[in-house]
């Protein structure tokens, strides 16, 4: 067994961490917030993941709902796909308590080598590996973003709301594609988000926070109090290299890895894999995993370039008024398609199917961005 010092508790760093120690390796986990995954709510298919994969995940999960639904001017839709979510309130306490006095919080890494970390407060951990699982930095890419503000509601009466919405895209469409985002987590209470796929990663709060009174009133919802709320905006690669993400000699998981879904920047299902590929690995040598962890960082890169296509066009092709177009025509595909596409096992033939037709952006662009 190795000892493993992991950077960064956010969902990669904890998930590894917890994975890890559970096959018996002594981990510890440093970081720099007071609690572990900050304040953040992680949704996936549970088709996104490998069956054995959603069991050891299964302690994690707060909700699951046997479908969802998607709606767009035109278009309104229920998918027969099962949806998952975990909870930063739910990993902080799990990875915690099977890790003990090993979870080192409220201190900043101020420096991190092959080996070990140094914290601010001076004092250091060195084992075997140390893995830098500290979220994205100094992306040098182009990029969109994914944009969201969400506020968890509990209202004085049940909602009615039975599934999630994971895009409701009827709303206003102004300087970006926005929609909002829906999750029942009891007959009362709901986690609503106002997102955008938008060209820069600041979000109006204010804005945000009208929006969702605005969709609220409009849904007829009971009165209720806002016990929460939540924001962040992921980065959507419109192209690039994935060695940006990887300066250094110290092996990366997560968002610093460049492991994550190019076009919905959900990063469950590679923290997951990744977790599960560390619990198999010899980590007694930090070369060793560092090679293995930036050769499955590269490969997955490659193989999913064209979903960075369909963000070209997204965000390039598309006036930001018109991106739902792009959304609507792709949630026409059969179930299977969807499915793999938000698995990121689109297949070549997938890649036909999503571009055969007229393509929703003009043909001119969409041409430009083709091979870019």
Same mark, same amino acid.
């Given at each position: 067994?190795?000892?493993?010092?992991?950077?960064?508790?956010?969902?990669?760093?904890?998930?590894?961490?917890?994975?890890?120690?559970?096959?018996?390796?002594?981990?510890?986990?440093?970081?720099?917030?007071?609690?572990?995954?900050?304040?953040? @709510?992680? %949704?996936?298919?549970?088709?996104?993941?490998?069956?054995?994969?959603?069991?050891?995940?299964?302690?994690?999960?707060?909700?699951?709902?046997?479908?969802?639904?998607?709606?767009? $001017?035109?278009?309104?839709?229920?998918?027969?796909?099962?949806?998952? %979510?975990?909870?930063?309130?739910?990993?902080?306490?799990?990875?915690?308590?099977?890790?003990?006095?090993?979870?080192?919080?409220?201190?900043?890494?101020?420096?991190?080598?092959?080996?070990?970390?140094?914290?601010?407060?001076?004092?250091?951990?060195?084992?075997?590996?140390?893995?830098?699982?500290?979220?994205?930095?100094?992306?040098?890419?182009?990029?969109?973003?994914?944009? +969201?503000?969400?506020?968890?509601?509990?209202?004085?009466?049940?909602?009615?709301?039975?599934?999630?919405?994971?895009?409701?895209?009827?709303?206003?469409? %102004?300087?970006? +594609?926005? +929609?909002?985002?829906?999750?029942? +987590?009891?007959?009362?209470?709901?986690?609503?988000?106002?997102?955008?796929?938008?060209?820069?990663?600041?979000?109006?709060?204010?804005?945000?926070?009208?929006?969702?009174?605005?969709?609220?009133?409009?849904?007829?919802?009971?009165?209720?109090?806002?016990?929460?709320?939540?924001?962040?905006?992921? /980065?959507?690669?419109?192209?690039?290299?994935?060695?940006?993400?990887?300066?250094?000699?110290?092996?990366?998981?997560?968002?610093?890895?460049?492991?994550?879904?190019?076009?919905?920047?959900?990063?469950?299902? $590679?923290?997951?894999?990744?977790?599960?590929?560390?619990?198999?690995?010899?980590? @007694?040598?930090?070369?060793?995993?560092? %090679?293995?962890?930036?050769?499955?960082?590269?490969?997955?890169?490659?193989?999913?370039?064209?979903?960075?296509?369909?963000?070209?066009?997204?965000?390039?092709?598309?006036?930001?008024?018109?991106?739902?177009?792009?959304?609507?025509?792709?949630?026409?595909?059969?179930?299977?398609?969807?499915?793999?596409?938000?698995?990121?096992?689109?297949?070549?033939?997938?890649?036909?199917?999503?571009?055969?037709?007229?393509? /929703?952006?003009?043909?001119?662009?969409?041409?430009?961005?083709?091979?870019?």
């Amino acid at each position: 067994m190795a000892t493993v010092v992991i950077a960064g508790g956010g969902l990669a760093g904890a998930l590894a961490a917890w994975r890890l120690a559970h096959r018996g390796h002594a981990v510890t986990l440093v970081e720099g917030g007071t609690r572990l995954g900050g304040n953040h @709510t992680w %949704s996936f298919h549970a088709t996104d993941v490998e069956p054995a994969a959603l069991a050891w995940l299964a302690p994690l999960v707060v909700a699951r709902w046997p479908r969802q639904r998607v709606a767009f $001017d035109g278009l309104a839709r229920t998918l027969d796909a099962e949806y998952c %979510s975990v909870s930063s309130e739910r990993l902080h306490d799990v990875v915690t308590a099977a890790l003990g006095d090993r979870v080192r919080l409220g201190v900043a890494v101020a420096d991190i080598r092959p080996t070990g970390v140094v914290l601010a407060d001076g004092t250091r951990h060195d084992g075997d590996v140390a893995l830098d699982a500290r979220g994205a930095h100094r992306l040098d890419l182009p990029l969109g973003w994914q944009t +969201f503000l969400g506020r968890e509601l509990d209202c004085v009466a049940p909602h009615g709301v039975e599934i999630p919405v994971i895009m409701d895209a009827t709303v206003p469409q %102004s300087g970006a +594609f926005r +929609f909002v985002y829906v999750l029942p +987590f009891s007959p009362t209470r709901l986690l609503v988000e106002d997102t955008a796929y938008a060209d820069a990663p600041g979000i109006d709060e204010a804005r945000s926070r009208e929006a969702i009174a605005r969709y609220a009133a409009a849904q007829g919802w009971p009165a209720h109090q806002v016990v929460r709320e939540e924001t962040g905006s992921l /980065p959507i690669p419109l192209g690039g290299d994935v060695a940006t993400f990887w300066e250094g000699d110290v092996p990366r998981l997560g968002m610093r890895a460049g492991l994550f879904h190019p076009t919905t920047g959900y990063s469950l299902p $590679d923290a997951v894999d990744t977790a599960d590929r560390l619990a198999g690995m010899d980590l @007694t040598s930090p070369e060793r995993v560092y %090679s293995r962890m930036r050769a499955l960082a590269e490969r997955r890169w490659r193989e999913r370039g064209f979903f960075r296509l369909l963000n070209r066009w997204l965000f390039r092709a598309a006036a930001p008024d018109a991106r739902a177009r792009v959304l609507a025509l792709f949630y026409r595909r059969p179930d299977d398609v969807i499915a793999r596409f938000y698995g990121a096992r689109l297949t070549a033939f997938d890649h036909v199917r999503l571009l055969a037709g007229r393509p /929703p952006v003009p043909v001119t662009r969409a041409i430009a961005h083709l091979w870019e």
